[in-house]
């Protein structure tokens, strides 16, 4: 049922950009894409989100292609603590509802 | 402001035992979900909520039950525990609209069942 299409795994040198994609090629016109990432085990943690447009914050920046296939989000200064599993998620609307609905995420390890 | 409150944090159950996961929020929103999480496995969705009185199946609902009584509380219930329940449960709340919902998650409640 996921929407969403991720790499399993990924490393990244600590100090370097980290460039994760997310193919999300069934989404509709009007909604968002969301990232998420997961440290351990503890509650995932919005990261950002967007339409079409691309996005920055004090995390990171969202890059999403014109066709809003896919989309890459992009960690500028990777650290250490950066390590932990990306979930990229596009809400689905069925019978006037939203849900959720995960994929199996990007584990990114960042390596000193 | 608490965001979204797990109870308990970690519990132990035997077999064919219930128990009831709580969850609250302080945010007014509308939209209250519960997820699992199997070790090193994804988030799976097992019920969520549009508003009080009003709940649906998500993924893998079987074995639960779940309750909206308030826009502020949505428990979880396992009423016969069984091994395969063992797992990380979460419960996440958002907004709803036409717009961008942001999900805010609750810490967790790490359930073992023996």
């Known amino acids: 049922d996921a929407k969403t299409t991720q790499p399993p795994s990924m490393d990244c040198a600590e100090g370097r950009a980290a460039n994760l994609p997310c193919n999300h090629s069934t989404i509709s016109g009007n909604e968002y894409v969301y990232w998420y990432r997961q440290i351990h085990s503890q509650g995932p943690q919005y990261i950002i989100h967007?339409?079409?447009n691309n996005e920055t914050n004090e995390m990171a920046s969202l890059i999403i292609t014109e066709d809003r296939k896919s989309s890459t989000l992009i960690l500028p200064h990777a650290t250490l603590r950066d390590t932990a599993v990306y979930y990229c998620i596009v809400r689905l609307r069925t019978s006037g509802t939203y849900k959720y609905i995960f994929g199996t995420g990007t584990r990114l390890k960042v390596l000193a | 402001n608490a965001g979204v409150t797990q109870t308990p944090k970690f519990r132990i159950l035997k077999i064919g035992q219930s128990m009831t996961l709580q969850c609250t929020q302080d945010?007014?929103?509308?939209?209250m979900y519960w997820y699992r999480q199997d070790p090193g496995m994804g988030l799976k969705l097992i019920y969520y909520s549009v508003g009080a009185g009003i709940t649906d199946k998500g993924e893998v609902p079987n074995g639960y039950n779940v309750s909206r009584s308030t826009t502020e509380d949505f428990p979880l219930r396992l009423e016969l525990a069984a091994p395969s329940q063992t797992s990380v449960y979460f419960c996440a709340s958002s907004s709803v609209g036409a717009g961008a919902n942001v999900l805010t998650f609750g810490a967790g409640s790490r359930l073992t069942v023996l």
């Open positions: 967007g339409l079409k």
């Open positions: 945010m007014n929103h509308n939209y």
